[in-house]
C-alpha cells in the first residue's frame, strides 16, 4: 500500500522557518506529481504548492516568495521549505501525490498531517 509520512511540523515565531518532509513509499514517487495542501480550523483546505513529474511547480498567491517546493527522486522524499511564517500559515499541512504527472485536484494519496503552528 502507497504511503506518505510527513514530518517536520511545529511551533515557530512569526518571521521564522520551518521544513517539511514527506516521505512516500518507492511503489508511488517516481514519476509522480506532489503537493501539499493545508486546512485551518474553520476554513477550507487550500493547495499551497505543487511539483510536477517533471519538476515545474506552482504555488497559492499567499504563499508565493515565501514557500518552496522540491523534490529529491533519490530518496523519495518532498519538501516544503516557509520562510518569513505568519500566523494565517498556521494550519494542518498535508502532503499529496497522485501518479498523474500533474496534481489533479483530486489526488489520490495523502499524509496523515503534520500541525503548522505560528505564534504572533
Known amino acids: 500500500q502507497a504511503q506518505l509520512v510527513e514530518s517536520g511540523g511545529g511551533l515557530v515565531q512569526t518571521g521564522g522557518s520551518l521544513r517539511l518532509s514527506c516521505a512516500a513509499s518507492?511503489?508511488?514517487?517516481?514519476?509522480?506529481?506532489m503537493g501539499w495542501y493545508r486546512q485551518a480550523p474553520g476554513k477550507q483546505r487550500e493547495l499551497v504548492a505543487s511539483?510536477?513529474?517533471?519538476?515545474?511547480?506552482n504555488y497559492a498567491e499567499s504563499v508565493k516568495g515565501r514557500f518552496t517546493i522540491s523534490r529529491d527522486n533519490a530518496k523519495s522524499t518532498a519538501y516544503l521549505q516557509m520562510n518569513s511564517l505568519k500566523p494565517e500559515d498556521t494550519a494542518v499541512y498535508y502532503c499529496?501525490?497522485?501518479?498523474?504527472?500533474?496534481?489533479?485536484?483530486?489526488?489520490?494519496?495523502w499524509g496523515q498531517g503534520t500541525q503548522v503552528t505560528v505564534s504572533s
Open positions: 499529496v501525490a497522485d501518479r498523474r504527472w500533474r496534481l489533479p485536484v483530486d489526488p489520490a494519496y
Open positions: 518507492g511503489s508511488i514517487f517516481n514519476g509522480v506529481s
Open positions: 511539483i510536477d513529474s517533471y519538476g515545474s511547480t
